[in-house]
């Protein structure tokens, strides 16, 4: 986890490279969450577009989002539909890493040149300046859509520094946006980038998440 002092364009705050050891097995969804099953569940649609159905959510805040995997877990619990111990939530800071690198250690999913960053995630040089449908371009080798670009995703847990690391604030207040969006330049896109740590009620026309089934998580009572 993290990215090695040589890799272009990296941050203080991805280092120094580590191991990490997710004890679980878990499922992530393929896509970012949508406007139309963001609305089904929640009743209202926070987005900065006119409602489009497969378009990814977005301005939504990390207790927004973990109040929807809440309620999308009582709903599956009463159908008898998740595994035993598991539940809806959103991803720690390693599971999304773990997802996104799909078994690799290079600067993006698919190796490190950017000329071929395109076709891959939606970022400043091809989204046209806004959000994009899900699912319109190549996933990454495990099958993940847009998890380069698009829009930012939220994580689970508390930004702090890695062991023998730095971080950029030590409030332990904040929250981890990962994966950058349409919006970005390329380094922001890569695996290993940690950018925009925000407050959980912070509402951003670049922000939205993505859900995993996996056991309960401590910083989800947060």
């Not at 720690?92 to 999913?109: I, L, V």
């Not at 698009?150 to 508390?158: G, M």
Request: with cysteine.
């Amino acid at each position: 986890m993290g990215s090695p002092d040589g890799e272009p364009k990296r941050y203080k705050d991805e280092g120094p490279v580590h191991s990490v050891t997710i004890d679980h097995g878990f499922w992530m969804d393929r896509y970012e969450m949508t406007q139309e099953r963001f609305t089904a569940l929640m009743g209202n649609n926070p987005s900065s577009t006119q409602y489009t159905t497969d378009l990814p959510v977005n301005r939504v805040t990390w207790e927004e989002a973990r109040e929807f995997c809440k309620r999308l877990t009582e709903l599956d619990t009463a159908r008898n539909t998740l595994p035993l111990g598991y539940q809806y939530r959103l991803p720690t800071e390693a599971e999304w890493e773990y997802a996104c690198r799909a078994g690799t250690n290079s600067a993006y999913s698919y190796g490190d040149k950017t000329s071929q960053l395109s076709q891959h995630g939606w970022w400043a040089e091809n989204s046209r300046g806004q959000i994009e449908q899900v699912g319109g371009l190549t996933p990454n080798p495990w099958g993940f859509y847009d998890i380069h670009g698009n829009v930012f995703e939220w994580c689970l847990d508390t930004y702090r520094a890695y062991p023998g690391g730095t971080a950029y604030s030590d409030s332990g207040t904040m929250k981890i946006f990962r994966g950058g969006a349409y919006y970005c330049p390329s380094s922001i896109l890569r695996s290993a980038c940690r950018a925009e740590p925000q407050k959980p009620d912070y509402r951003w026309v670049l922000g939205g998440f993505r859900v995993v089934i996996a056991p309960p998580h401590g910083e989800a009572e947060d």
